[in-house]
């Protein structure tokens, strides 16, 4: 909730559980949420205590105890010690899916693909558009204004097409 331009979270009850003093506050996807102060992302518990200083460029969404983090306008992967465990080196990476295989979109030089958690790349990276999810182990992914789908393995199953 937002008073006087600043954000904070209310529970059930309707009063405040963290007050506002946040530029910006997201949703809490696990027991963390991102928070911004001074222009930099950090992230809090549910008691509005900062477990990640707010020193990233954009928001922090933690998943099984990684994150994508930005610092210096490039993209790696934090642990919660808000340590880079994969060096800040992509022009963009998304949050890693919430099913097997776990993977995180990445892009290089303009196109798309896919990191596992050690920051190897699985899926070289391709792709104009691609979905943050795998379902069925299968995710869309487009090239030029052409959908089709790949496996987790980055296999083209269905050709991509008009």
Known sequence: MQIDGKWGFIDTEGTFAVEPRFEEALWFWT?????????????????????????????????????????????????????FVVKPQYEVAFHYGESEPYLAAVKVNGKLGYIDRTGKIIVEPQFDLVSLVFKGGLT??????????????GRLVWEPSK
């Open 31 to 83: 027991d963390w949420a991102p928070v911004c102060m001074d222009g930099k992302w950090g992230c809090i518990d549910k008691t509005g205590k900062l477990v990640i200083a707010p020193k990233f460029d954009t928001a922090v969404w933690f998943f099984q105890g990684l994150a994508c983090a930005a610092i210096d306008g490039k993209y790696g992967v934090i642990n919660k010690q808000a340590e």
């Open 140 to 153: 869309q992914v487009a090239v030029d204004d052409r959908m089709g789908y790949i496996d987790r393995h």
